[in-house]
């Protein structure tokens, strides 16, 4: 960690939570009822690993409402790690951080543990390509316990083939953003600006210096559709999978080891 302080990367996760909840203003009623699904599986004491976990929002939110409970915060860009664990530390010994490329060959030999109790995501699967996301799965069938839960919160689209569906999940997108008073456009405005202010924050630099050298940006839209995600859960091993929560194409996809 850097010597800024707490309140320094306390700023930058609370912004970073301001600009994600301009591509998704129900983000805290999605992180809740996520929660609610882990409480009703799970139970309040459990061990979970939290993917592509950017700056921490979510595990802390874990941690906070289930005081037993401990989290595994992955993500392979070094910027996003830095600021959450400015922010998190290691939340009195329950937060792990850890540095690892999720769907890249070998990426679970890094975990510091081999069985977790769930595993989540939040807005982060859709930056994996269809064959890295085949392999994640493959992979958390064999990380989660029998009964264990995935929950993944994110843009999960309809079959774009469909003629009927087709446009439709951008279209609504669009005017629920519109109805939360949330201009075209300024979403990604506001994802623009919270990285071009941190790569000015010198307390960043050597994060930035490594995220250049791993290309850890955001990749093109990959566009796996939900259809296509459960096929791969069940390959994986899931044995249920069921959308518990949505509003139009954004989803959490629950599934049962
Ligand atoms: C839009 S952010 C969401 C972060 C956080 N889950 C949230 O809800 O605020 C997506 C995150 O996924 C991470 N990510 C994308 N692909 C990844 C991969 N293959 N391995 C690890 N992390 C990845 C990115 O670095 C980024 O931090």
């Given at each position: 960690?850097?010597a ?23 983000r805290?009623?999605r ?7 882990l409480e ?11 993917l ?17 409970a401990?989290s595994?915060?992955?993500?392979y ?16 010994g329950r937060?792990?951080w ?11 030999a890094?975990?510091?543990?081999r069985?977790?109790d ?7 699967l ?18 989660l ?8 919160g994110?843009?999960?689209p309809w079959?774009?083939?469909?003629r009927?569906?087709?446009g ?10 519109r109805?939360?008073?949330i201009r ?7 994802w623009k ?5 941190a790569?000015r ?17 955001h990749?093109?839209?990959?566009e796996v559709?939900?259809?296509q ?12 999978t069921a959308?518990?929560?949505q ?6 996809l629950?599934a049962?080891?």
């Open positions: 960690m850097t800024a302080s707490r309140e320094h990367w306390n700023r930058w996760l609370a912004s970073w939570d301001r600009q994600q909840e301009a591509f998704n203003p129900t805290e009623a992180f809740t009822a996520m929660m609610d699904v009703s599986k799970v139970g309040r004491r459990f061990t979970v690993l939290d592509g976990a950017g700056p921490g929002s979510f595990s802390a939110r874990i941690l906070r409402r289930f005081p037993a401990r595994f915060a992955l993500d860009d070094p910027v996003v790690r830095t600021v959450g664990q400015g922010a998190l530390g290691t939340f009195g937060l792990r850890v540095d690892a490329k999720l769907g890249a060959p070998g990426w679970t890094v975990l510091p543990r069985k977790f769930a595993a989540v995501s939040t807005t982060a859709h930056w994996l390509t269809p064959v890295q996301l085949s392999r994640l799965y493959w992979d958390l069938g064999r990380l316990r029998p009964g264990g839960v995935f929950l993944n994110d843009y999960l079959d774009r083939a469909d009927d569906l087709a439709l999940g951008r279209a609504t997108a669009r005017l629920y953003l109805r939360h008073g075209p456009h300024a979403e990604w405005a506001g600006e919270w990285w071009a202010g790569r924050d010198p307390a960043l630099r050597a994060a930035f210096a490594e995220h250049d050298r791993r290309a850890a940006g990749p093109k839209d990959r559709t939900l259809a995600h459960v096929r791969r859960l069940r390959a994986g091993g899931f044995r249920t959308v518990v929560w509003v139009f194409e954004n989803r959490v629950y049962v080891r």
